[in-house]
T-cell receptor, first 114, second 118 residues
Framework: DAGITQSPRHKVTETGTPVTLRCHQT?????MYWYRQDPGHGLRLIHY???????DKGEVSDGYSVSRSKTEDFLLTLESATSSQTSVYFC?????????????FGSGTRLTVV | AQKITQTQPGMFVQEKEAVTLDCTYD???????LFWYKQPSSGEMIFLIY????DEQNATEGRYSLNFQKARKSANLVISASQLGDSAMYFC???????????????WGLGTSLAVNP
């Protein structure tokens, strides 16, 4: 079983509507991250969490909010979706922020804003 | 600021040959970690190999090895005996060192797209 799942896998939404993406983990890892991936831009960090109710902004946080009310769930909300937020969104988890620890990624959510 | 640079947007290699994907990094910390991930066309991100800054030997994992040159601040990925299934995007990443504080993140390069030709 996958230790990290994202839902939905695909979503089409209209401009101006709110959208929530969910990341669920069964690994009990402390750290969770939301990235967006766009051609030519690699992975860009949106928000991350370092514990329940502890979150911080990444490099492209405008227009996005997050919540983490339980260790296992990290929600990303697009408050009012715009076409520029059409992207593939990845959630990642990490047990520790020490140098030897990498990320485990979810399968991604392809979001299209029309 | 800590940074990862991958200078090769795209690479081609013939099946069964070896290929080197370049990665250079910039950090003032002495302690850091370097990672390579693979992203095939199906989209998932797959961890390949890790090198710690204090590791004396280059990391190896099967057909993957990391050519770590600390003085040059480079961490190149070497794939030996390329296979068609190696066609993918490859990302180099660095775990921030102590200067980044408590919640150190991975810093990512923009990736190299590798195509393996039959």
């Amino acid at each position: 079983d996958a230790g990290i799942t994202q839902s939905p896998r695909h979503k089409v939404t209209e401009t101006g509507t709110p959208v929530t993406l969910r990341c669920h983990q069964t690994e009990n890892h402390r750290y969770m991250y939301w990235y967006r991936q766009d051609p030519g831009h690699g992975l860009r960090l949106i928000h991350y969490s370092y514990g329940v109710k502890d979150t911080d902004k990444g490099e492209v946080s405008d227009g996005y909010s997050v919540s983490r009310s339980k260790t296992e769930d990290f929600l990303l909300t697009l408050e009012s979706a715009t076409s520029s937020q059409t992207s593939v969104y990845f959630c990642a988890i990490s047990e520790s922020s020490q140098i030897g620890y990498g990320y485990t990624f979810g399968s991604g959510t392809r979001l299209t804003v029309v | 600021a800590q940074k990862i640079t991958q200078t090769q947007p795209g690479m081609f290699v013939q099946e069964k040959e070896a290929v080197t994907l370049d990665c250079t990094y910039d950090t003032s910390d002495q302690s850091y970690g370097l990672f390579w991930y693979k992203q095939p066309s199906s989209g998932e991100m797959i961890f390949l190999i890790y090198q710690g800054s204090y590791d004396e030997q280059n990391a190896t994992e099967g057909r993957y090895s990391l050519n770590f040159q600390k003085a040059r601040k480079s961490a190149n990925l070497v794939i030996s005996a390329s296979q068609l299934g190696d066609s993918a995007m490859y990302f180099c990443a660095m775990r921030e060192g102590p200067s980044a504080g408590n919640n150190r993140k991975l810093i990512w390069g923009l990736g190299t797209s590798l195509a393996v030709n039959p």
